[in-house]
Structures are given as C-alpha cells and as structure tokens.
C-alpha cells in the first residue's frame, strides 16, 4: 500500500456522463473503508482554482448513484489550461493537504490532470466518464450504456412516426469524433445505414443503399449519423440526399443532450462502481497518472497518456455485421 496517501479529492470534469455519480460514491466510500478522508472538488478544475473543496463522508453519497448528471457538478475549465489556473489549483490542494485526485471525465480532463501530475508531482487518477466511449484502455466509459440506450429509444420513437409517414430520417447522435454511439445507438435501433467518422462516408455507396431500398419499395429509414462525421454533417448528408433521391421526404432529427441525461443504466452503476473503487484500491498500490479502466472484464490501469492519445479502434466486425444486418 502506498504509504503515503491520507487524504484524496475526487472531482467531475468535461461533458457529464450518467453514472459519474455512482463513480463518486464508490471512490468516497472506498476511501472510507480504507480509512481515508475523501474531499468532493465542486465544478471540476474551475473549483479546484477556486477553492470548492469539501469533506465528503459515506453518509453524504447516500441516494446519489441512480441519479443522472453529477453531484459534484463539471466544467470545462479554461483557467486550468493556463499555468497561473494550474498553480491556483496546487494552492488549494496544499490548503487542504490533499495527497492525491481522482478526476473522472474524459479526454480534456485527463489532458490537464497529466499536465498537473508532471508539473506539481500530485498523483492524478483517471475514471473514464464519457458518453463518447473514446478513451483508449478501457471497452467502455461510464455514461456510454445510458447514451445509447436513450438513443435507441429515441430512434424507436422516430421509428414510429418514419413508418407512419414514409418518410426517410437522418438522425445525428453524440459522440464528438467518435463512432461507438452512432454504431451501437444504430444496430439496436435497426438503422439502415450507419454514418461515422472512422469510416469515411463513401456518397455513392450512401446512395446505392437507398437506391435499394427503394427497388425493394422499403417505404421509409432510418440512417444514423455521428456528430463527428467527416463528410459532412448530419444536415449537409441529408440535404444531398433530398437532392438526389426524390421517393423519400427526408427528414433530420437531432437527439443532442437527451443522450447525457437520464438515470444511468444497471451496466453503467456496476462500471462506475468497478472503477471507482479501482481508482481508489489503484492509488493506495502507487498507481498514478493512469485512467483506472475494465478491459475483458477486469480492472486495468493505462497511462494517461495512452488513454488520450492512443486510438481506440471502431469495432470493424460489428460495423460489417450492421451492413449485413441493414439489407
Ligand atoms: O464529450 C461528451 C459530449 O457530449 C460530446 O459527445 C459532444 O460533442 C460534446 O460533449 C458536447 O459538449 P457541450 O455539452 O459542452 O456542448
């Protein structure tokens, strides 16, 4: 055990994520079992520069973890992208003899907690929390299983209404340069064409799809599109398509924040619990400057800067089997 950790933050950071809570009662009740004193940072690096900080107990964490967004609450912080922000926040953790953080987020957080670790030597633990699912080291990020299942029940309901009218929809999900929530979002909710970025849009192809889809006289569908793909967005794919397809009505409609919101799912519970218990158990083994990850259903620990900076591949099998699935 690592001697000298006593007292951890533990703070939220970037975009929400369903389940951040569940992640912050297991670090703070982790902590507590192993006689730590644990410290809720409130708005993430902002209120670290600012002070927020506050002693948090087993008690205090009680009916939070089947509650969406973050106790805590986040923030994108610019403060902490600068020197001066950075020295304020070392500040801070040394009035509150803080000997270690757990900053759960996502790409930006861990950026900065790198950058915080190298400079002023504080042992910085990552938690994966983003919907996006894009962090190298881990099979998923807390928020991703409640993203999708709020897609697909979104894409349910466009369903509906698609089949109704005959229409053709082109729905944009999250997910900023990633394709896991358009790719999973698109297989459960039975699209017929899934757009992502690590897939580069092949228009022909597009259009030889829907071609077929209306010699089968296929009279409506659903094609989903993630926000980062590269040959244009949602809107642009879609117009190019009322231009040149003239059977179909088509349609756009954007699902946007419904994906963060939202009660967590069972799965995302059990992963934030797994890691922010992994996050703690890892600190106190000397593990710092790594994200705290389940890979093949294990608790791993991944440095930082391979989280951010390695790609985390596009499932190319699944993509092959949602083609095949399609027709
Ligand atoms: O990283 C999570 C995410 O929801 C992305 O999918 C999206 O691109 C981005 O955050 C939106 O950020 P904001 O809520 O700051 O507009």
């Given at each position: 055990m690592g001697k000298d950790i006593k007292h951890i933050g533990v703070l939220c950071s970037g975009g929400d994520a369903p389940g951040m809570n569940a992640a912050i009662r297991a670090v703070v009740r982790t902590g507590a079992h192993f006689d730590l004193h644990v410290h809720g940072v409130y708005r993430g690096y902002d209120g670290l520069i600012d002070g927020e900080v506050q002693r948090v107990e087993?008690?205090?964490?009680?009916?939070?973890?089947?509650?969406?967004?973050?106790?805590?609450k986040t923030a994108r912080s610019a403060?902490?992208?600068t020197k001066e922000g950075r020295k304020s926040a070392y500040e801070t953790i040394m009035a509150h003899d803080l000997d270690a953080i757990v900053a759960i987020g996502g790409n930006g957080t861990f950026t900065g907690a790198k950058i915080f670790e190298k400079e002023f030597g504080i042992p910085m633990m990552g938690v994966p929390?983003?919907?996006?699912?894009?962090?190298?080291?881990?099979?998923f990020t807390i928020g991703f299983d409640t993203a999708i299942n709020t897609a697909v029940e979104a894409i349910d309901r466009i369903r509906d209404t698609a089949d109704s009218h005959n229409r053709l929809f082109f729905i944009e999900v999250m997910g900023r340069h990633n394709g896991s929530i358009a790719l999973y979002a698109g297989i459960g909710g039975g699209a017929g064409g899934i757009l992502i970025p690590e897939r580069a849009t092949d228009v022909d192809e597009l259009m030889a799809v829907l071609q077929k889809m209306v010699k089968r006289k296929k009279l409506f569908g659903l094609i989903v599109v993630a926000?980062?793909?590269?040959?244009?967005?949602c809107q642009e794919v879609a117009d190019m398509v009322k231009k040149n397809l003239i059977e179909y009505e088509v349609k756009v409609a954007v699902i946007g924040h419904l994906q963060r919101g939202g009660a967590p799912t069972a799965l995302d519970r059990v992963l934030a619990a797994r890691m922010g218990h992994g996050a703690v158990k890892g600190l106190l083994e000397g593990?710092?400057?790594v994200m705290c990850g389940v890979h093949n259903n294990l608790v791993v620990y991944t440095p930082l800067e391979d989280a951010i900076n390695k790609k985390k591949k596009i499932d190319k099998d699944l993509m092959e089997m949602a083609e095949i699935l399609a027709i």
């Open positions: 087993s008690r205090d964490v009680a009916n939070i973890m089947h509650k969406g967004g973050t106790v805590l403060r902490f992208r929390g983003t919907i996006d699912n894009d962090l190298y080291g881990t099979d926000e980062g793909n590269e040959n244009g967005s593990h710092s400057n």
